[in-house]
Structures are given as structure tokens and as C-alpha cells.
């Protein structure tokens, strides 16, 4: 048998952790939809760089007695995009669906990567931490809900 190894992004392992956490409980909902966006050009040598921080908006499913409720939902995409010359050389692309119901600390999150010009690979590891905090936000919602 011939098993195949799948390197998963970051941004990857932490949605499908979420997911494991949140099954029973939480589905994802259609497509994020580009809502913000904030960009950065930067010049190191030849080379521009174009920075861009996106902040998302789709919708998480949530399930409770036989009733389904939508509720809205904000994640991140970072990119950047490399030009030389004004010839495009590299694109960068990550991002994390579903970090938190609540739009306004999911938009500080998207502030600091602009500020501190973080790059799409390794943004995740720098708030990660928030975005594991965030998404107890879901639950919060998820226990208002229940207590109606």
C-alpha cells in the first residue's frame, strides 16, 4: 500500500483542529467574502513588495436542539506579492477562516499584521494564540443561544 503525506499549511491545521473541536456543534457556511482591506508596499533592494490584509466575512452554521442558526463570521488572508521591474516574481497566500463572531477583535488582528508588516508565512504562528482565544466566541454565542 502506498500512503500519502499531505503537508498541511498552519492556518490548515488549526481550521481542521477547530472543526474537530467544534463538530458537533459548528458548521462553516459557504464562502468568505472580502469585507476590509488594508495594504503595504514596502522596497528592499529591486524588489517591491506589496503587502495585503484582508479581513473576511462568511457565516459559521450552528446547531441546537432540531433548529440550525447562521451566524456571521470574520477571518484573515494575508498576501504578498513580490515584483521586479514591475514583473511579478512571487505570491504568498495564507489565511484562517472563522476566527471569531466578533468582527471588531478579528479587525485589531488584521491592524497589528498591518502595522508590523507581517509576512502570509508565518502570521499564523504570531496570533495564533488570539485566534485560539477568539473562538470561544462561538460558544459564547452558542450557550446566549441556548439560554433564550
Do not use: A, W
Amino acid at each position: 500500500m502506498n500512503e500519502k503525506k499531505v503537508q498541511l499549511s498552519s492556518s490548515d491545521r488549526i481550521f481542521e483542529t477547530l472543526m474537530l473541536i467544534f463538530d458537533h456543534k459548528y458548521r462553516e457556511v459557504g464562502y468568505m467574502e472580502i469585507v476590509e482591506s488594508m495594504i503595504k508596499e514596502i522596497q528592499v533592494g529591486d524588489k517591491t513588495c506589496k503587502y495585503e490584509y484582508m479581513l473576511t466575512k462568511g457565516e459559521v452554521s450552528l446547531s441546537y436542539s432540531s433548529e440550525i442558526m447562521n451566524i456571521q463570521s470574520y477571518g484573515i488572508e494575508v498576501e504578498r506579492r513580490d515584483f521586479i521591474n514591475g514583473n511579478l516574481v512571487n505570491i504568498d497566500h495564507d489565511g484562517v477562516k472563522n476566527i471569531s463572531s466578533d468582527r471588531y477583535k478579528v479587525h485589531n488582528l488584521l491592524k497589528i499584521l498591518y502595522e508590523n508588516i507581517v509576512s502570509p508565512i508565518n502570521f499564523v504562528e504570531i496570533i495564533g494564540e488570539c485566534i485560539d482565544e477568539y473562538t470561544s466566541d462561538y460558544d459564547r454565542v452558542y450557550n446566549d443561544i441556548l439560554s433564550c
